[in-house]
């Protein structure tokens, strides 16, 4: 059997997680990464919502090869034309283009009737082939839509050329044994049907994406539409390296698998979680920070003398390295260099001179150095926005019988600002001295703190969320100390409102 294509739309209806805000260098950054992954397409985008989302899927289109490049567009030609001129210069560009088919959608959200969705249908693939090859079509809500009308839908995309028809969950309602009998009906129903790609686009309302998109495959789907580390809309969509390593682990039951290298997997969802702010919960599988670890003293017992008894992944096949301590205050920049290599990033000797600085500032509080501790400096050094405000000086005073109070120093663009504030504990006194002194009114909306490594020593990260006039910005921070990890988060996330456009800096500015 063929395998198995992987759609990636994490920087599509993954970005529609709520609070999640990427910019163009950011979506860019994370469409190498899917490259390297070697998914079959990257939904990069959805051109007509915004000017700075139609030049993220451009810039996506000129650079990155392997992947065929989808551009999302609603069935009115303005919306294709629009998905057309952003991904038009890729390799393989693909116009994707939906229309819902249920009732509820049909009489309420569109206000249409199913004539019309049908002429809809039939004018939108015909004008988004007349521009491309490549053109997925999607049946909004199909798992709530009317069977046969759902096959009359299909039957008109097929005959104008659609070379994908693709079965969305929408929301997440099927279960895999009705799923699977759909796929079947909409195969046995739909002429020409073999010719094109099936897809099946699950979300995870009621923790069922993932079993229903495998529900589709033994049906005889051909494509599975996913996101790294399964985010998107509400609950979130299939994640993609559950659907890979289950049908790479058992390849034995569904006779089928991907071409994605899942020693990837682990590099891409960090990224993705450190670029978008969404934390992975510890037990989330594949990825999660005890998806490998064996806690009981049956389980430890069972692994040492044999891994197979309770391990079905070896972690080193998602690109889990196994946490060796590796260097210290006198390793060279060369080992540093030699190491970074080794864990799969590729970074200009530029980069490689500023890491080691940062690497030298950490080796000098931590004796030793893991390939964890690297990974996070490397995630949190590499993907930072241009500082606008720099963090030069703070100091905390807190204490169980105190009033937490904090002063701060910062660099907003050339000139120096200090602030001092009390407030509820030191990490709020911290923040609203930093507000002072940025003049800004934001809020912050989230704060996680997690330990990158175990010991008293363990650096500490912090994630967190801020918005500002409705605008959500995500920001991390690193560091021994969890109070300077927070500060560095705060001021990374305002860093990025700063540099997230020209209408946005100038409400700051005035505000500032
Ligand atoms: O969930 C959905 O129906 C979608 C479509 C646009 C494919 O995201
Ligand atoms: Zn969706």
Not at 144 to 172: H, M, W, Y
Not at 305 to 334: A, D, F, N, Q
Request: charge should be negative.
């Amino acid at each position: 059997m063929a395998p198995v294509r992987i759609f990636d739309t994490t920087l599509r209806d993954g970005e529609q997680t709520p609070g999640v805000n990427l910019s163009p260098a950011e979506k860019l950054e994370i469409a190498r990464h899917l490259a390297r992954l070697r998914v079959d397409v990257i939904e990069a985008g959805f051109p007509i919502s915004s000017k700075g989302e139609f030049e993220a899927v451009r810039a996506i289109a000129r650079e990155i090869s392997g992947p065929v490049i989808a551009g999302l567009a609603r069935i009115n030609p303005e919306d294709i034309y629009r998905a057309y001129e952003a991904v038009k210069e890729a390799r393989r560009p693909m116009i994707h283009t939906f229309v819902a088919t249920s009732e509820i959608h049909m009489r309420y959200k569109l206000r249409k009737s199913p004539e019309e969705i049908i002429e809809m249908t039939r004018v939108g693939v015909r004008t988004a082939k007349s521009l491309t090859n490549e053109v997925e079509f999607s049946a909004e809500d199909a798992t709530r839509s009317d069977p046969a009308f759902l096959c009359k839908v299909f039957q008109v995309a097929v005959d104008e050329g659609a070379t994908c028809i693709n079965i969305p969950d929408t929301v997440g309602y099927t279960t895999p044994a009705e799923f699977k009998r759909l796929v079947g009906t909409i195969r046995a129903n739909v002429r020409g049907i073999e010719n094109v790609i099936i897809s099946v686009h699950c979300h995870d309302d009621l923790g069922l994406a993932v079993a229903n998109s495998l529900s589709a495959v033994e049906a005889g789907a051909s494509q599975i539409e996913c996101t790294v580390n399964g985010i998107g809309e509400r609950a979130g969509n299939t994640s993609l390296e559950e659907v890979v390593m289950a049908l790479r682990t058992r390849k034995d039951h569904f006779g089928t698998d991907t071409l994605v290298v899942s020693e990837q997997i682990y590099r891409v969802s960090r990224l993705v979680s450190a670029l978008t702010g969404v934390p992975i919960q510890p037990n989330k599988a594949i990825v999660g920070a005890n998806a490998f670890a064996h806690q009981s003293g049956i389980h430890q017992d069972g692994v040492l003398k044999e891994r197979l008894t309770y391990e079905i992944i070896r972690p080193e096949t998602i690109g889990l390295s196994s946490s060796r301590i590796v260097l210290g205050k006198v390793s060279g920049r060369h080992a540093f260099s030699m190491r970074l290599e080794e864990l799969g990033y590729s970074v200009s000797q530029e980069e490689v001179d500023k890491l080691f600085v940062k690497f030298k500032e950490l080796a000098d509080r931590k004796r030793d150095i893991s390939d964890k501790d690297i990974e996070a400096l490397v995630d949190s050094e590499l993907f930072r926005v241009p500082e606008c405000v720099v963090l030069d000086y703070y100091h905390v005073s807190a204490g169980n019988r105190t009033v937490p109070t904090a002063t701060v120093r910062l660099s907003v663009g050339s000139s120096p600002r200090e602030e001092a504030a009390s407030g509820d504990g030191p990490v709020d006194a911290l923040f609203k001295a930093i507000d002072r002194c940025t003049g800004l009114c934001v809020t912050l909306t989230d704060y996680s703190l997690r330990a990158v490594t175990s010991g008293k020593d363990a650096l500490g990260e912090v994630t967190l969320k801020i918005t500002h006039n409705g605008r959500s910005f995500s920001g991390r921070g690193l560091s021994m100390d969890v109070i300077e990890a927070s500060a560095r988060a705060y001021v990374d996330a305002i860093n990025r409102l700063y540099h997230s456009g020209p209408e946005e800096r100038a409400q700051t500015s005035a505000a500032g």
